[in-house]
């Protein structure tokens, strides 16, 4: 078929196309068409693969061996391993109960029935695209996962300690035993592999959870967490104690919270991991959060802070004293946004202070210092002890009472920037907050020079995201949502020539459409009328009012801009702005 293709396309002429096809039937081997015309160097394995995408109309599935590719752990476990090698097939993405699989012979009416019956029986539908062997090759050596890898540790500890269950409260107080599991090879293996695959998949946290018949791991990837791995519950003991000796944490305690925190280096790259430990009813439960350096500090571009949004904020850092107060629920960036701030303020000319609970990434430069409740030395204490300490610039992890408050207050009254963060909705709710805390309103407009609010949204993929129309009512929400938006900040967009964007999955993505995390941000700053609005009428009905006339972008806003430039979906900008 192959080589009547080539004679259609006129690669090859009639002449040469009998001479091959002699050759080919004369050859004893059992050589494939395939192969066979590769030898013959007629084509190119890339020229090879077009031809037979254009003979089966199947959709060439585009891999770059070079790039750092990742099919996700929980689609490889829908296809064994021994599956994919025999019929030469391989599992590429599962999104919307679609799961799209490569396949190296299209004309296997085997292998299509194979995957169409296992989707089906997981109630997925199938999409198939074409993968050339050398691709096939690279693809399948993803199955060396977590699951493989610590596989095989499971299976040189079992053998090494004669697969005798270990008892939880082995580790009450240390025995001989003990010692031989915490020094096992195939632990500390397995503990490796785990950390290791999370670096790789470039995962925030792990979390280590007991259930009552196995050992649940779970990836947190992109804000959403992934089961990636079960193992026998026998060894959590095993696992958890490792994690503790590494983390410096006591071993024998395990009915109450522990915290700590360990680095190495992994791929050249130095990562720190901050350990939790919980008592459950099944045991302890572990979250270890992943700090890369490489991922954590970055520039305001990069967390997604518009021109706009930019200016304001370095206006008010350029104050020589004031706070700049952070907002929004936990994990929405709100520490990243302090120490991009940390990172432009950092010179050697500033005493730079920082109270952290806890440390995420160390700033060189930067007296970071982590807060300990359980022995007094807490936010309100740390900042009595700063102040004495010469400070130019104070970071406060968080405003959690009146006295953090009342002191932060006071701090950036006399000639400090103060950095910290709070729990509120939005920008326009910290000032009825604070006030809420205890501090008099008429110190406010002294020493508050920003409030600023953020949610994190998934980043569609640049590669592969698709262009669209939106439909009517859509676009009818958009052009109200700009009808509000200073003209500054919408002159380039053609308000008759409207298009979002949706994601599609490729590669690039792991076939997800969308990689990683952007910022939708908003920035209330003080003015002489906002002053009057405190001192007069603090209410948020008021201070939305001065927000408006004032210009400031709402995350909405801000969200629909970033839809209408490529950088998220509709949907995820909707799901935390509604």
Excluded: W
């Excluded at 990742?70 to 994919?84: N, T």
């Excluded at 503790?244 to 944490?249: A, G, R």
């Amino acid at each position: 078929m192959l080589i009547e293709k080539l004679v259609e396309k006129k690669i090859i002429s009639e002449e040469q196309a009998i001479e091959l096809q002699k050759e080919l039937q004369q050859d004893t081997s059992g050589i494939s068409e395939e192969d066979f015309l590769l030898i013959k160097k007629i084509l190119s394995e890339d020229e090879l693969n077009k031809l037979k995408s254009e003979i089966y109309d199947l959709p060439l599935y585009e891999y770059e061996e070079s790039s750092d590719q990742i099919i996700p752990i929980e689609v490889l476990s829908l296809v064994p391993k021994e599956s994919a090698q025999f019929y030469k097939i391989i599992p590429l993405d599962l999104k919307e109960g679609v799961l799209k699989i490569g396949l190296v012979n299209p004309d296997d009416i085997k292998a299509k029935e194979a995957m169409t019956f296992l989707a089906r029986k997981q109630n997925y539908q199938v999409e198939f695209y074409l993968i050339s062997p050398h691709q096939f090759e690279t693809l399948i050596k993803q199955y060396r996962s977590t699951e493989e890898e610590v596989g095989r540790a499971l299976t040189e500890l079992e053998a090494e300690i004669g697969s005798e269950k270990v008892d939880e409260g082995m580790f009450a107080k240390p025995n001989k035993k003990t010692e031989i599991i915490l020094d096992e090879a195939p632990i500390i293996k397995m503990v490796g592999v785990i950390l290791r695959h999370a670096v790789d998949g470039r995962a925030s946290d792990i979390h280590i959870e007991p259930e009552e018949k196995q050992l649940r791991v779970r990836f947190r990837m992109d804000g959403i967490l992934y089961s990636s791995l079960f193992l026998p519950i026998h060894i959590h003991p095993s696992i958890v104690a490792r994690i503790k000796i590494l983390s410096n944490m006591r071993i024998d305690e395990t009915r109450i919270p522990q915290d700590g925190r360990f680095s190495t280096r992994i791929d050249n790259r130095d990562v720190d991991f901050r350990v939790s430990s919980f008592p459950t009813k099944l045991g302890e439960k572990v979250v270890i959060r992943v700090l890369d350096a490489t991922e954590g500090l970055k520039n305001y571009e990069e967390i997604g802070m518009s021109p706009s949004n930019i200016e304001i904020l370095k206006e008010a850092i350029s104050k020589p004293f004031g706070m700049i107060l952070a907002t929004g629920p936990t994990g929405s960036g709100k520490t990243t946004t302090l120490y991009s701030i940390l990172r432009e303020l950092n010179n050697p000319e500033y005493n730079v202070v920082t109270l952290e609970d806890p440390i995420e990434y160390f700033i060189p430069g930067v007296n970071q210092s982590q807060v300990r409740p359980e022995i007094g030395y807490d936010f309100a204490s740390g900042l009595r002890s700063i102040v004495r300490q010469d400070p130019d610039i104070i970071m406060v992890g968080e405003m959690r009472d009146e006295e953090s408050a009342a002191l932060a207050v006071q701090s950036a009254l006399t000639g400090h920037i103060v950095l910290s963060t709070l729990h509120t909705n939005n920008a326009i709710g910290v000032i009825p907050r604070l006030i809420d805390m205890q501090v008099k309103p008429f110190l406010l407009p002294a020493t508050l020079n920003i409030t600023l609010a953020q949610r994190l949204v998934l980043r569609l993929c640049p590669y592969c995201k698709e262009k669209i129309k939106p439909a009517k009512e859509v676009e009818k929400m958009i052009l109200k949502e700009l009808a509000d938006m200073p003209e500054t900040v919408k002159k380039e967009i053609d308000i008759n020539d409207l298009y979002i964007y949706k994601p599609v999955g490729c590669p690039k993505c792991n076939m997800k459409g969308e990689k990683g995390r952007i910022g939708l941000f908003e920035i209330l700053k003080m003015t002489p009328e906002l002053e009057q609005v405190i001192i007069k009428e603090p209410t948020e009905l008021k201070i939305a009012e001065e927000a408006k006339r004032q210009g400031m972008l709402t995350m909405k806003q801000d969200g629909i801009l970033k839809v209408l430039a490529g950088e998220t979906s509709l949907e995820e900008a909707l799901s935390v702005t509604d």
